[in-house]
């Protein structure tokens, strides 16, 4: 299958700070990734489209200011956390889709803010 | 509110015995995905139904996709240590952009020697 990888695995930071997350397509281009943010035990929760050449499409309720998304490339996309505080703390995870149906996933990151 | 209603959220079992994850909408969807996770990694895809009543099997699991494309289950024989995780399901819905999917709640399931 496709292979869709992350970086960093984990970050740990201090409160106030920005953090950048890249998940880059491996071995196929990807117009459009998908940002996931997760708690423990719970299902995914779609944070945001995003699209290369346009803006990022955020889903109600996420602050497209804190959660900055650029689409570089037709391989890369970057979420970076912006003022990183406690609650932000999560795992977050990207995704690449190969078709309409059929998404693969990075491998996730996780982020904790002291 | 989920669009895909998973049940059970949890599911503990022995090695041996057999179980079956539901994933329910009132919504149609053009194709349903099972995908599974660890802690700490990303989800897998297992397997995508798209034909209403298709059945589909992957060694031990079985993948049942509703004659209406409104629900699907996961069946699993004999369950091994190793099936131990996260199951989702996830819908692609004709009306959803390109590549977005709707996930149902997840089901933990762990399965002891």
């Known amino acids: 299958g496709a292979v869709v990888s992350q970086h960093p695995s984990r970050v740990i930071c201090k409160s106030g700070t920005s953090v950048k997350i890249e998940c880059r397509s491996l071995?196929?281009?990807?117009?459009?990734m998908f940002w996931y943010r997760q708690f423990p035990k719970q299902s995914l929760m779609l944070m945001a489209t995003s699209n290369e050449g346009s803006k990022a499409t955020y889903e109600q309720g996420v602050e497209k200011d804190k959660f900055l998304i650029n689409h570089a490339s037709l391989t890369l996309s970057t979420l970076t956390v912006t003022s990183a505080h406690p609650e932000d703390s999560s795992f977050y995870i990207c995704?690449?889709?190969?078709?309409?149906?059929?998404?693969?996933f990075g491998p996730g990151t996780r982020l904790t803010v002291l | 509110t989920q669009l895909l209603e998973q049940s059970p959220q949890f599911l503990s079992i022995q090695e041996g015995e057999n179980l079956t994850v539901y994933c329910n909408s009132s919504?149609?969807?053009?194709?349903l995905q099972w995908y599974r996770q660890e802690p700490g990694e990303g989800p897998v895809l297992l397997v995508t139904?798209?034909?209403?009543?298709e059945v589909k099997k992957l060694k031990r699991l079985t993948f049942q996709f509703g004659d209406a494309r409104k629900d699907s289950s996961l069946h699993i024989t004999a369950a091994q240590p190793g099936d131990t995780g996260l199951y989702l399901c996830?819908?692609?819905?004709?009306?959803?952009?390109?590549?977005?999917?709707?996930f149902g709640a997840g089901t933990q399931v762990v399965v002891t020697p």
């Open positions: 995704s690449a889709p190969v078709s309409y149906n059929e998404q693969f």
């Open positions: 996830a819908g692609a819905r004709a009306t959803d952009s390109w590549g977005k999917l709707q």
């Open positions: 919504s149609v969807f053009s194709s």
């Open positions: 071995d196929f281009q990807a117009t459009t």
């Open positions: 139904v798209v034909t209403g009543g």
